[in-house]
Every structure is written in structure tokens, then in C-alpha cells.
């Protein structure tokens, strides 16, 4: 079944402990996000990449860090977590970062829900 | 800069009936991508159907439609015969082409369908 996969769906932690959360596509997609959703905020780009090896800035890249060592991995690492990083985390995907037609759509996973205390 | 905008952030439709949400974007780009994604209260985002700015027909797929309106900038989403499923947060979202271009998304109409 073609997906996007996060882990962990569920997440506590406290100030300053470094985390990680897992994202994986066996779509073979390029480009890969990472949003937050927070109420009355919307959906906010945190960071994405191109390709293997290229990430760049989203709207939101403070406090976060991202790597592209494979296409089917994204992992987002929190070094340092702070309590306004609580927010609901969506990894997408899609064929392409580029305009087109079939392939544009993104496809997101079923969400990290972070809480840091 | 581009922007989405839900005018509605909560609708009732009865169950069976058509329903229409509203979305106007702005953007100074000619090429561009249009989105609708739905987040049940479990919370995941579904893709629905999408709309490129050069495409000559509204798109459709299943009970979803769009009703492209390019010279007034809008991109409302039909949903035909509802159903009880369909209630839901749905999302209108807007991407360029230029290198990355995030899925800028609206703030969501919240859509509850009636028995």
C-alpha cells in the first residue's frame, strides 16, 4: 500500500530532550515536508527537500533540523525542544517539487501529535 | 505573496444534498496548483482533488468537484450527495511552481453533515 509513515503518532516530552520524529514514503517520491498545524495558525512549512540531499527553510525552520540521507527517509530532530514546539506534525510527499500534472499532489502522513512540558 | 481564503469556517449540509465551500487565492504567478484536502477528527490530511491553473475543465473525482473560476480567483469545492462520513475540516491549498513553493494552505471550513 502506497503511504506516508510517521512515527511516533503520540508524543511527551519535556523541555530540552532531544527528539526525533520518523517520516518514510515507499512512493519513491522526491520531495518531501514537513509542516505543524496549530490552531488559528493553519498548516505552516517547518522545512522540505528536493531530492536526497537537498533540504532547505520553510516558513518555520527555528528549532528544527532535518536530513536526506535516502529518498523514503525525512526525519525531523527537535535538538532542544521548547513548549511552543507543541503542535500536531505532518510529513508530506510528492513526485515532484515542480508544477505539473499527476504527481504534484502531496500526500501526508497520519501526523505526529507533540506535547513538550 | 499567495494567499487562501475560507470565508466559512463552519457549514451544516443535510445529509443527500449537494454543498458547496469557498475558496479565493491570490497569487501573481500564471502557473500554479490548487488543492483540497480533508482532515477527519482523527486527524490525518486526505488528498481530494486538483485543479492546474492551465487546465481547461473543472476537475472532478467521485462526488468531489471543483468549480475553477480563474478570472475571479476562486477554486470551490461541490461535494455531491453528502454523506455522514463527509463531515470533516476541509482545506484549500495553493502551490507555485518556482523551485519549492510550500502548499499554503487556508485556514479550513469545518463541515458537518445532518441526518
Known amino acids: 500500500e502506497a503511504q506516508v509513515t510517521q512515527n511516533p503518532r503520540y508524543l511527551i516530552t519535556v523541555t530540552g530532550k532531544k527528539l526525533t520524529v520518523t517520516c518514510s514514503q515507499n512512493m519513491n517520491h522526491e520531495y518531501m515536508s514537513w509542516y505543524r498545524q496549530d490552531p488559528g495558525l493553519g498548516l505552516r512549512q517547518i522545512y522540505y527537500s528536493m531530492n536526497v540531499e537537498v533540504t532547505d527553510k520553510g516558513d518555520v525552520p527555528e528549532g528544527y533540523k532535518v536530513s536526506r540521507k535516502e529518498k523514503r527517509n525525512f526525519p525531523l530532530i527537535l535538538e532542544s525542544p521548547s513548549p511552543n514546539q507543541t503542535s500536531l506534525y505532518f510529513c508530506?510527499?510528492?513526485?515532484?517539487?515542480?508544477?505539473?500534472?499527476?504527481?504534484?499532489?502531496?500526500?501526508f502522513g497520519p501526523g505526529t501529535r507533540l506535547t513538550v512540558t | 505573496a499567495q494567499k487562501i481564503t475560507q470565508t466559512q469556517p463552519g457549514m451544516f449540509v443535510q445529509e443527500k444534498e449537494a454543498v458547496t465551500l469557498d475558496c479565493t487565492y491570490d497569487t501573481s504567478d500564471p502557473s500554479y496548483g490548487l488543492f483540497w484536502y480533508k482532515q477527519p477528527s482523527s486527524g490525518e490530511m486526505i488528498f481530494l482533488i486538483y485543479?492546474?491553473?492551465?487546465?481547461?475543465q473543472n476537475a472532478t473525482e467521485g462526488r468531489y468537484s471543483l468549480n475553477f473560476q480563474k478570472a475571479r480567483k476562486s477554486a470551490n469545492l461541490v461535494i455531491s450527495a453528502s454523506q455522514l462520513g463527509d463531515s470533516a475540516m476541509y482545506f484549500c491549498?495553493?502551490?507555485?511552481?518556482?523551485?519549492?513553493?510550500?502548499?499554503?494552505f487556508g485556514k479550513g471550513t469545518r463541515l458537518s453533515v445532518i441526518a
Open positions: 508530506a510527499s510528492s513526485f515532484t517539487g515542480l508544477a505539473g500534472g499527476p504527481g504534484y499532489e502531496q500526500y
Open positions: 491549498a495553493m502551490r507555485e511552481p518556482a523551485g519549492n513553493t510550500p502548499l499554503v
Open positions: 485543479q492546474g491553473s492551465y487546465d481547461q
